[in-house]
């Protein structure tokens, strides 16, 4: 067996793409036409329609993710020297931002089972300096709306949703995005929402805070050679734009497509659970926009992590790994101070984590191929007091057929 011939890609943009091929090239033909390739009209009516899909007033596009979080921050007021939480457990760019906007970083461990922020953690973490939390809704979960802001009422804290992940997701009644002061999007290709390029934005209910947030990404320029902030250069192409607008009118059919592939990883994994294979928890239901599928290979497991991500490959099964290395072990931000132990819960998920194939367009009968060759690294490890054919019993006629 080799791995020149994949299956089972990890993702593949071309099945939302394709069909809507027509539709894109005449949204970028509109911007070709008009020329105005930066802040167009292309862009103020992505912010508008973005906006409204997150239920908040105000957009501002953006160049990245990143900067989307930098610039949220620095809108919202926060300074040097200001302490900002966030999870321990997230992609680099969530604390990448909180540096760029020169705020001081205070990582705080994840819930084991859901990946999410820990509040009780983060209540530990709080100082006379804390002035906001970034809650990350890690995978497309929402952390939970109500907990949050009972916190942040609790401290006075600002929130500034990390949203990367979230496009859309829905909990408690709350959407992505409407939850906090502000939040940040990334529109980099394989998001939920992602654009032909890095593309990223702040949504906010404030509209002082939307005006600075355009203010900072443009030379720090609230009207033409009149520097008012420092600033940046940062946003997002009228090009872009005009993509995610089109893909946008898609995305809730997409994100329900995701949500019934995770049904059907969540029926056909349920046996093997018994053997360490256990998914991470699901707390809102369809509100999940399962930017990623991510289960956890336990100690239970017969077989490890890495050595089953190696089987998947041999057959043809693309899967990644989010993230194998956590913030605070990460040699550039050494500096933090943080050391292996300080949080056990994000440590344990970065050895035991493995995202599977998801997005839209995905198969019924792919996700049946995924769970076999979990089943097939497993079974042949399994000790003798678990015999082949108990396995079967307790598997569910969909994984019997194979
Ligand atoms: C992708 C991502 C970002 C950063 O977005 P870029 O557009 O790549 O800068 C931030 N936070 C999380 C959780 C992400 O997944």
Redesign the pocket.
């Known amino acids: 067996m080799n791995n020149s011939q994949v299956t089972v890609p990890f993702v593949n943009l071309n099945l939302c793409h394709q069909p809507i091929e027509g539709e894109l090239a005449q949204a970028m033909q509109q911007v070709l036409q008009r020329g105005d390739f930066v802040l167009g009209q292309a862009v103020r009516d992505f912010e508008a329609d973005f906006a409204a899909a997150c239920g908040v007033k105000y957009g501002v596009g953006v160049?990245?993710?990143?900067?989307?979080?930098a610039i949220a921050l620095q809108a919202c007021g926060i300074q040097a020297g200001d302490e900002v939480i966030l999870p321990a457990n997230?992609?680099i760019?969530?604390l990448?931002?909180v540096v760029k906007a020169k705020a001081v970083p205070v990582l705080v461990d994840c819930d084991p089972e859901t990946a999410l922020i820990d509040l009780e953690a983060a209540n530990q973490a709080v100082t006379g300096r804390t002035r906001a939390i970034i809650p990350?809704?890690?995978y497309g979960q929402m952390v939970s709306p109500q907990q949050l802001l009972d916190f942040a009422t609790t401290y006075n804290l600002l929130i500034v949703e990390?949203a990367?992940?979230a496009h859309l997701a829905r909990r408690e009644g709350y959407t992505a995005g409407s939850v906090g002061m502000a939040a940040?999007f990334?529109?980099?290709p394989s998001?939920n929402l992602g654009g032909f390029g890095?593309?990223?934005a702040i949504v906010t209910n404030d509209a002082a805070i939307a005006q600075k947030a355009k203010t900072l990404r443009n030379y720090g320029a609230p009207q033409k050679y009149l520097h008012t902030e420092v600033g940046t250069n940062s946003r997002l192409d009228s090009l872009q734009a005009a993509v995610l607008n089109t893909k946008l009118r898609h995305l809730p059919a997409w994100n329900e497509t995701r949500n019934t592939a995770a049904k059907q990883y969540d029926t056909f994994l349920q046996p093997l659970q018994d053997f360490g294979i256990i998914p991470l928890h699901n707390q809102s239901h369809t509100g999940h926009a399962y930017?990623l599928y991510v289960i956890r290979v336990t100690p239970d497991s017969p077989c490890d992590r890495d050595t089953l991500q190696q089987t998947l490959a041999d057959s043809g099964i693309q899967t990644g790994i989010h993230y194998p290395i956590p913030c605070h072990l990460q040699p550039a931000y050494r500096y933090l101070g943080y050391q292996e132990g300080d949080f056990p819960h994000a440590e344990m998920l970065s050895a035991q984590v493995l995202s599977l194939p998801m997005y839209p367009g995905l198969q019924k009968e792919q996700i049946q191929q995924v769970v076999r060759a979990i089943e097939a690294a497993i079974l042949p490890k399994i000790s003798p007091s678990h015999s082949y054919s108990q396995v079967w019993q307790t598997t569910p006629s969909t994984l019997r057929r194979s």
């Open positions: 160049g990245c993710g990143t900067d989307a979080i997230t992609f760019a969530t990448m931002g990350v809704h890690l990390d990367a992940q940040a990334s529109f980099y998001k890095d593309g990223g930017h």
